[in-house]
């Protein structure tokens, strides 16, 4: 599906934009590993997610809809087969989470994906589960995945760069395992997986960067699943951008981790306001106000980095509009994701008129661009960088035709009929 942006001249109102996707996916994966009944309320409709439900469907899992986005889950006979083959479409979350839980349980299983799926590196999360004994088959590294579970050993492991997928992966292994495991990062990366398991009564601790984790068995409770702060970004920055815009953005997940977003743009002036904060099944949430805003460069890089990575294609557009050079530091991961983010978001953004230049590990940006759009630009079958083109048309002098548009449904179908709603 090829789409055409127009500029806005304005974006007014209120969004309920969708459900967490890292919360939707550990909400159906943990849930799976309760022995028990749970509910799941405002589930992600995404792709990735519905393939994480049918995985859990296809271990055992009694998966029933009560209601639009709401689950009852019973895994009273998970796991009770001796081999699955078990399909992670496009989704590597659940790729790389599985491999966590399946390594420690002794069972043989494969995971595979679709073309792109198969592409992306999952040496990080093999590396340090054979460590813990465990015995894969894989081509280069990349799926198809097959596991040899077994019990496992529990290590000290130190990752090489702040990621949340690898530091779930392991402690997901080590939910399973007699003895300690314990996790250290250079930087704390988003804690969805440590704030569930401690929420479902696992024996875990955090402090600082170091995860411990002991053998423990999840209690069935129910969960409820916030708005993704990502998919809420998109939005942020076109009213940040947009002129004569002002919206609310409700019941959006707040949690630290995850809000680099929220710090970067306050840095750079944006008009923002957290209204009804609030705590559910451990994780912060609230409403977001923002403004058209008049906005200065920032340098984005160390820490702060692995709290808004997914962001960071947005946040090219939102410097665009900033007064200086913004620079972006220490991002090399975006070179694996579904797309290598840095190289396709800087060849599709100078089609537009964004002054930006490409880094081994991120981008410098020279802000105040006048956007002339009236171009045709790729989105290389990546959700973040199709979404991040769309805001940019949104300022372009020229309309803009984005090519393959449907990949948005990976992560967020309603994206389209949810901006139209403000224009």
């Known amino acids: 599906m090829n789409i055409t942006v127009n500029k806005s001249k304005g974006l007014k109102g209120e969004v309920v934009i969708p459900s967490d996707k890292s919360i939707s996916h550990r909400s159906a994966m943990f849930s799976a590993l309760t022995g028990g009944v749970c509910e799941v309320h405002n589930f992600s409709m995404g792709a990735d997610c519905i393939s994480t439900l049918n995985i859990i469907k296809e271990l055992g899992c009694s998966v029933e809809f009560l209601a639009e986005k709401h689950i009852r889950i019973d895994s009273k006979n998970a796991f009770k087969k001796d081999r699955y083959k078990l399909d992670c479409g496009n989704s590597g979350t659940s790729m790389r989470l599985f491999s966590g839980i399946l390594a420690s349980r ?3 299983s494969t995971l595979f994906g679709d073309e792109s799926l198969s592409k992306r590196p999952m040496k990080r999360v093999i590396l340090p589960l054979e460590l813990m004994g465990a015995k894969f088959k894989h081509n280069d590294y990349k799926a198809p995945l097959i596991i040899q579970g077994k019990e496992l050993f529990p290590i000290d492991y130190k990752t090489p ?3 949340a997928q690898v530091k779930s992966c392991i402690l997901l292994a080590g939910l399973n395992t007699v003895g300690e495991t314990k996790v250290t990062e250079p930087y ?16 875990i601790s955090t402090e600082g960067n170091v995860t411990r984790i002991r053998k423990s068995q999840l209690v069935p409770k129910n969960l409820h699943v916030c708005g ?9 920055v076109a009213a940040a951008i947009v002129p004569n815009s002002d919206i609310i953005i409700k019941n959006v997940g707040l949690n630290p981790t995850r809000t680099g977003i929220i710090d970067v743009m306050q840095k750079m002036g944006a008009d923002i306001q957290i209204l009804d904060k609030r705590s559910e099944c451990n994780e912060e949430v609230g409403d977001i ?8 460069s920032v340098t984005i890089e160390g820490a702060i980095i692995p709290r808004l ?10 410097a665009s509009q900033a007064d200086g050079t913004t620079v972006v ?9 579904e797309s290598d983010r840095i190289k396709c978001l800087v060849t599709e953004l100078k089609k537009i008129g964004v002054q930006i230049e490409e880094t081994p590990d991120g981008f410098v940006i020279e802000g105040k661009n006048k956007l002339t759009g009236g171009a045709e630009v790729e989105c290389y079958h990546d959700h973040r960088l199709a979404m991040s083109l769309y805001v940019a048309g949104l300022i372009c002098e020229n309309p803009v035709c ?7 449904d990976i992560s967020f179908p309603e994206f389209l009929p949810l901006m139209q709603s403000l224009f």
């Open 106 to 108: 002794e069972i043989e």
């Open 161 to 163: 760069i702040a990621s």
């Open 188 to 203: 704390v990366s988003r804690d969805h997986t440590e704030r569930m398991l401690k929420y479902l009564e696992a024996d």
């Open 228 to 236: 993704d702060i990502s998919s809420a970004a998109f939005f942020m």
């Open 289 to 296: 106000r923002i403004k058209t805003s008049d906005l200065k």
């Open 309 to 318: 990575i997914d962001e960071l294609p947005v946040i090219a557009v939102l």
């Open 329 to 337: 530091k220490d991002a090399s991961d975006l070179r694996n994701k």
């Open 402 to 408: 984005i090519n393959e548009f449907q990949w948005v």
